[in-house]
């Protein structure tokens, strides 16, 4: 089994739809993250949290909420999607801020 | 404020040897990572710098310098497989935040036979 496993890897949804994005690791580690990746623009952190207690916005929050249910557990919602949300979503886990990130394998998005 | 910078392409010959630049402006550093990423699919680790030099790992090499801002990956012995984006990311030091990787916009590498 994968380190870190993203469901699911591939969804098409219709504007204004509520949609979640899930995400579980195997690594034990506390810290999460939600990236998304747009063609030129890199990967843009959305949420981070560095534990089950601890929630924290990225650089593009806004449009999208988090829950940590487990130490395990990150998913990423969008309440309301809209077509500019369309990318590659990444969840990746890190042990602390010297041991980089391992990332699940992505969900590809596309709102239409 | 924080910034990294690495080209966009590079196209390069099988067999050859590539050169990555990576500069970095941010506030505060720990340490500078390389990723590869294939296209669709997910980053993963190539190497870490932490203190001034280079450090090589097989065909990758990686050199970093704290004073200029500065990294590069080094690929020798180029393979078709080794087309792909490579991103630099580096963790700053301050705050909350401390280890969260910053990414630079990756720079796609195309190897041609």
């Known amino acids: 089994d994968a380190d870190v496993t993203q469901t699911p890897r591939n969804r098409i949804t219709k504007t204004g739809k509520r949609i979640m994005l899930e995400c579980s690791q195997t690594?034990?580690?506390?810290?999460m993250y939600w990236y998304r990746q747009d063609p030129g623009l890199g990967l843009r952190l959305i949420y981070y949290?560095?534990?089950?207690?601890?929630?924290n916005k990225g650089e593009i929050s806004d449009g999208y909420s988090v829950s940590r249910q487990a130490q395990a557990k990150f998913s990423l919602s969008l309440e309301s999607a809209i077509p500019n949300q369309t990318a590659l979503y990444f969840c990746a886990t890190s042990a602390s801020a010297n041991y980089g990130y391992t990332f699940g394998s992505g969900t590809r998005l596309t709102v239409v | 404020g924080q910034n990294i910078d690495q080209p966009t392409e590079m196209t390069a010959t099988e067999g050859a040897i590539v050169q990555i630049n990576c500069t970095y402006q941010?506030?505060?550093?720990?340490?500078l990572f390389w990723y590869q990423q294939h296209a669709g699919e997910a980053p993963t680790f190539l190497s870490y710098n932490v203190l001034d030099g280079l450090e090589e790992k097989g065909r990758f090499s990686s050199f970093l310098s704290r004073s200029k801002g500065y990294s590069y990956l080094l690929l020798k012995e180029l393979q078709m497989k080794d087309s792909a984006s490579y991103l630099c990311?580096?963790?700053?030091?301050?705050?909350?935040?401390?280890?969260?990787?910053?990414f630079g916009k990756g720079t796609k590498l195309s190897v041609k036979p």
């Open positions: 949290s560095f534990d089950v207690k601890d929630i």
């Open positions: 990311a580096v963790t700053p030091n301050y705050g909350g935040s401390q280890g969260n990787l910053i």
């Open positions: 690594k034990g580690h506390d810290r």
């Open positions: 941010t506030s505060g550093f720990n340490g």
